[in-house]
């Protein structure tokens, strides 16, 4: 793929590719074009040249929400939930997405009781259950990422891009969304753009390097740590344990 | 029966004696200027519905009026004076401009859907008042209300029976809204109005649902056009011009936009306003102009009631 | 020799829309802010010149005095209320200055009555001029076109190439940035909307005469100057010079020739009636034509150039620029 704004190549012939339920880490330096190649695979920002192809299926042209429905799903970098309405109706929200069209103009929403409890089950894996019917603002900042994530997961994707979901995290709440991704394992294709080296070598099973817009080295976590162009190029020369 | 239900209930009793009292009162004059507060009432619960439950900021929503009541006149003038068949195809002729204005105008967002909705609007009105087959600016006229065929038992050609007809229609109108915010498409709305990025990004195809909203909401207006018309047995294309619009957002705001009775309140406060003020004096919309920019400026200050986010799901 | 006649009305209605106009586009564009009362200033523009030349007998008296007093008014009105809708949402906005034509039109009813006001074409000016072989032309007509351009180039100049106008447009894109160098963005913004009255008020007194000084006539301006704004882009001085011609031009050559097509071609009671209803459309039409190719405008800063590759001076920019900017 390749894009460019005015004479900047953000994404400069980049090939990725990601395997059916693997967790997939893609690293870089600032600036390298992460986030500018999620946007690309959700659909927010077109590409110059190059295709996406979603098991086999060219999704290049389409709209950002008939990838959702096809089953890419993204995450924030900056939290991005509805904050007025209450946490499980964040998440019913994107439960309800998915269920074909919402042209029910009669029959209220409180009476639909298995969206109801398809949403409690996704709040139940982001252990957000006691906090339901707050409204999702007044959440913490731990708690609101973990959210951020569960709308997207709300959405059953077959692929979860999740970008930098532990972006401003301490230490406890990064070790909770590291659980919650960790049991996400195997249920679904998960590209996770992160900075936070401890998170993405537990939890990738294979690792791209993303520098100035190629990839420049894919493996796994082993291969890369002992990959003599990435250490230089991105770790510097920092002992990793 | 919690105390809401039981204050609707009064209120909707109070309404119904209301028209004998008056009557018996002498005072039947206020029949009109009720029916009129109704009308308006509605009009503005569905503006409420795109303004304030879906964010959707249009300046065109009068032009909707217009379109219902025109197409009634028009009807009449040319031999139809049956309401069977006039209305519907004054609703009908509503929802085919409102989708094609939507249509336009949803590919935009914010300040240019502003604009783009009053252009449009505006430009509904310049054609009304270029017609002179059809009154031009002058106005249209309709010599008698559209008939029923129940007029024997009920008489809404008269001022009476009149007002328990746009009653009727009032409480079915407002019970359809209150349904329509708590259906699943009023969720969809109300996640538009608060996160509209974020709605596409979980799998809306937003376009078509503000769309949807979008004609729903005129075909609303156009039935309350439809009634005004029937009402004052008159229309002109000043209905619809954009100062009309922006009158009528007045009326939602004052209401307490995005909730649930902005219509009938705001309806009710400012017609009322309007009522006692004009007999002080002509330039009533000094002191008019003055309160919404007071009441403005409070709200900059953050003096803000919340809006209608709908109950949330129980959690059990 | 009419449609030379014709033509010069066009560019005459063009360029004083575009003075309208481009007031609006640059409050809009730098301070995000949506201005319904622009129309009101464009009213007292009106007001103040024929009162003063009324009080004073000159009609350049009148005329400087009025572009004074609207200075004064927009500065004064900036500093008082306008200043605090700057941070807020476009609703917000759109309700107090709909609030402020209320205002501003029963007051001017108040102050000056019901009925329109006598504002005549000064003597000087009151003749015709002879322009191409014996057709002659309002005189007064091609001083106001004379006058549109002069003031439009000014503003060109002024955008892009002082240092004021750079900080304009910087303004807008980072305010704590230009705050931090230095500048004073709250006078800045003052000044901005003072020149954007000082302009609005020149074309309703420059129009004034020609049409009528009444209540409500800022309102019918305010539509097209919306629609010039749409079209050439929010922010876009360039855009709205361009839109304003585009706009002011098929308004005028519509109104004066569609109808007399359209009679050629349908028979006359439907002509009659869907003439003028076409051409008051027209417009309309128009600004759908162009958002639908262009649904942010013509002009709107970072747009792609409209030019082919091999004309362009600069390197096309990016595509998704943020709202909220200037540009000349």
């Known amino acids: 793929m390749r894009k460019q704004f005015g004479g900047l190549r953000v994404t400069d012939g980049l090939h990725l590719q990601v395997r059916p339920r693997e967790v997939h880490a ?216 | 029966m919690n105390r809401g239900l039981i204050a609707v209930i009064v209120a909707g009793l109070g309404l119904l004696v209301l028209p004998m009292v008056l009557v018996s009162m002498g005072q039947g004059f206020y029949l009109g200027l009720l029916t ?131 009653l009727a229609l009032l409480a079915l109108a407002l019970l359809c809204a209150h349904r329509l915010v708590r259906s699943h498409f009023g969720r969809v709305l109300i996640g538009v109005r608060e996160n509209e990025a974020r709605m596409s990004t979980i799998g809306y195809p937003v376009y078509r649902y503000k769309l949807a909203a979008f004609v729903i909401a005129a075909v609303l207006c156009g039935l309350a056009g439809v009634l005004n018309v029937e009402l004052n047995r008159f229309i002109s294309p000043s209905v619809m011009h954009w100062s009309q619009s922006g009158m009528l957002m007045v009326i939602v705001i004052v209401g307490g936009l995005g909730r649930p009775w902005a219509g009938v309140v705001g309806a009710t406060v400012f017609l009322g306003l309007e009522e006692v003020l004009s007999h002080y004096t002509e330039r009533w919309q000094l002191p008019l102009g003055l309160l919404l920019l007071a009441l403005v400026l409070a709200r900059v200050a953050g003096w803000r009631l919340p809006r209608d986010t709908g109950k949330s799901l129980q959690h059990v | 020799m009419l449609w030379i006649e014709q033509l010069l009305n066009g560019l005459q209605y063009s360029l004083m829309l575009f003075l309208f106009a481009a007031g609006l586009t640059l409050v809009f564009g730098i301070m995000n802010l949506v201005n319904l009362a622009h129309g009101s200033l464009y009213m007292l523009g009106a007001y103040s010149a024929a009162t003063v030349t009324a009080l004073s007998g000159s009609y350049a008296i009148g005329l400087l005095g009025a572009l004074v007093f609207m200075g004064l008014f927009g500065a004064l009105l900036e500093i008082v209320l306008i200043r605090r809708l700057y941070r807020q949402d476009h609703l917000t906005q759109v309700l107090a200055t709909f609030a402020l034509i209320l205002i501003f039109n029963e007051s001017v009813r108040i102050v000056w009555g019901v009925q329109p006001l006598r504002y005549d074409i000064p003597a000087a000016l009151s003749g015709s001029v002879s322009i191409v072989g014996d057709l002659r032309y309002s005189a007064y007509r091609l001083a106001t076109i004379a006058a549109g351009v002069v003031v439009a180039l000014l503003l060109y100049w002024m955008v892009s190439r002082t240092r004021v106008g750079m900080w304009v447009r910087a303004g807008a894109s980072n305010r704590e940035m230009v705050q931090m160098m230095g500048v004073n963005v709250r006078r800045l913004f003052t000044a901005i909307f003072s020149l954007g009255a000082v302009l609005s008020g020149l074309a309703g007194a420059a129009l004034a005469p020609l049409m009528s000084v009444q209540v409500g006539m800022g309102e019918e301006v305010l539509i097209l100057a919306f629609v010039v704004v749409v079209v050439g882009g929010v922010g876009s001085i360039r855009g709205a010079f361009i839109a304003a011609l585009l706009v002011g031009m098929v308004d005028s050559m519509g109104r004066a020739w569609l109808p007399g097509l359209l009679g050629a071609v349908l028979p006359a009671h439907i002509a009659s009636d869907l003439g003028p209803a076409l051409a008051s459309m027209s417009v309309y039409l128009l600004m759908a034509v162009v958002l639908m190719v262009r649904p942010m405008g013509l002009f709107f800063p970072g747009a792609p150039s409209l030019l082919p590759k091999w004309l362009r001076r600069h390197p096309p920019m990016a595509a998704n620029a943020a709202p909220g900017r200037a540009s000349a």
């Open chain 1, 26 to 241: 893609l690293i870089g330096p600032n600036g390298a074009g992460k986030t500018t190649l999620v946007h690309q695979i959700a659909g927010t920002l077109k590409p110059d040249a190059g295709t996406i192809t979603l098991d086999s299926l060219d999704v290049t042209a389409l709209p950002v929400s008939a990838r959702v429905q096809l089953g890419i799903a993204r995450s924030y970098q900056i939290t991005n939930i509805f904050r007025s309405l209450t946490v499980i109706d964040n998440v019913a929200l994107a439960v309800q997405a998915r269920r074909g069209h919402s042209f029910s103009f009669w029959r209220p929403v409180q009476s639909d009781t298995a969206l109801r409890d398809e949403a409690a089950t996704v709040l139940d894996r982001l252990a957000l259950t006691e906090h339901a019917l707050r409204p999702a603002g007044s959440l913490s900042y731990g708690d609101q990422r973990l959210l951020e994530v569960g709308i997207a997961l709300a959405t059953s994707p077959r692929v979860l891009l999740l970008d930098e979901p532990m972006a401003g995290m301490g230490p406890q709440e990064s070790s909770r969304m590291v659980e919650m991704i960790d049991g996400l394992r195997g249920q679904m294709a998960v590209m996770l753009v992160e900075h936070d080296m401890d998170a993405v070598f537990r939890l990738a099973d294979r690792i791209s390097v993303l520098v100035y817009g190629r990839i420049v080295a894919t493996g796994t976590p082993q291969e890369i740590r002992r990959n003599p162009e990435v250490v230089l190029a991105y770790l510097g020369d920092e002992e990793i344990a």
């Open chain 2, 36 to 166: 009129r507060i109704m009308i308006y009432a509605l009009a503005a619960t569905s503006l409420n519905l795109i303004l304030g439950y879906g964010g959707m900021v249009s300046f065109g929503h009068a032009a909707f009026l217009g379109i219902g009541g025109y197409a009634v006149a028009i009807a009449a003038q040319h031999g139809i004076g049956t309401a069977w068949v006039a209305w519907p195809m004054a609703l009908g002729a509503v929802a085919l401009f409102a989708t094609v204005i939507g249509a336009i105008s949803l590919r935009t967002q914010g300040v240019h859907f502003l604009m783009i909705t009053l252009a449009l609007a505006q430009m509904v009105y310049y054609v009304f008042v270029s017609l002179r087959g059809y009154g031009g600016d002058d106005g249209l006229s309709m010599s008698r209300r559209s008939s029923f065929g129940w007029e024997a038992w009920w008489p809404t050609r008269g001022d009476t029976g009149f007002y328990y007809l746009v």
